[in-house]
Each structure stands twice: as C-alpha cells, then as structure tokens.
C-alpha cells in the first residue's frame, strides 16, 4: 500500500506562483512513479507531470510543460509541483497518484490517489 497526502493549495492571484507538495508513505511507495493530475468542475482528470524518485525521468503535458516543473526529494519521500504564471484556467482539485505501469498518462494505471489540494486563481 501506498500512502499520499498533497499540501500547498491555496487561492492565489493570476500571474503567482505555488509550490504543492505530495508526501508518499508505506513500504513500497518507492518502486511507484508519482504523477501529479488535477481535475476541475465539470471536467475529467487531466494528467500535469510524471517523476521516477530518482528525479531522472519526468514527463510532462504539453499543456504545462515550460510553467510546471515536478521534482522529487527521495530522502524525504516527497514529490513536488512547481507552478508558474498561473491562470484562471489552472483553478482545480490537484492530485497526487502513483503506478507500477511506467510512462502512463492514463488515469486509470493510477493504483494510489491522495485527498487532492485545492488550487484557485483569481483574474
């Protein structure tokens, strides 16, 4: 079993930034790829960032590739979203989730969610 829970969310202006945060628990969290998803009102779950805990594989959205950047703190079994110049239209429940499957962008290879963290930007 794997354990997540994501911190960091918050109501921020258009143009900010925010750090979220994943921290991972259990005894094999550390064989999963972590992945970071958001979901907003009336949409479906939209896959942001993947990172092995090594930090030496990452695949991004096209969507956010260039303002988000993940990163992974294998000592501190924590994952991190880097959100810059953020928009109206990031305002979403964010998730963290982790998979076995390896370079999956599907939500369903997905075997582990956190509760998700509130993001809302303001114009």
């Known amino acids: 079993q794997v354990q997540l829970l994501e911190s960091g969310g918050g109501l921020v202006q258009a143009g900010s930034s925010l750090r979220l945060a994943c921290a991972a628990s259990?005894?094999?969290?550390?064989?999963?790829?972590l992945a970071w998803f958001r979901q907003a009102p009336g949409k479906g779950r939209e896959f942001l960032a993947a990172?092995?805990?090594?930090?030496?594989?990452?695949n991004y959205a096209a969507s956010v590739k260039g303002r988000f950047t993940i990163s992974s703190d294998n000592g501190k079994g924590t994952v991190y979203l880097q959100m810059n110049s953020l928009k109206p239209e990031d305002t979403a429940l964010y998730y963290c989730a982790a998979t076995i499957t390896s370079s999956s962008r599907d939500y369903r290879d997905y075997d582990f969610w956190g509760q998700g963290t509130q993001v809302t930007v303001s114009s």
């Open positions: 990172i092995t805990w090594s930090g030496g594989w990452t």
């Open positions: 259990g005894r094999t969290f550390r064989r999963h790829i």
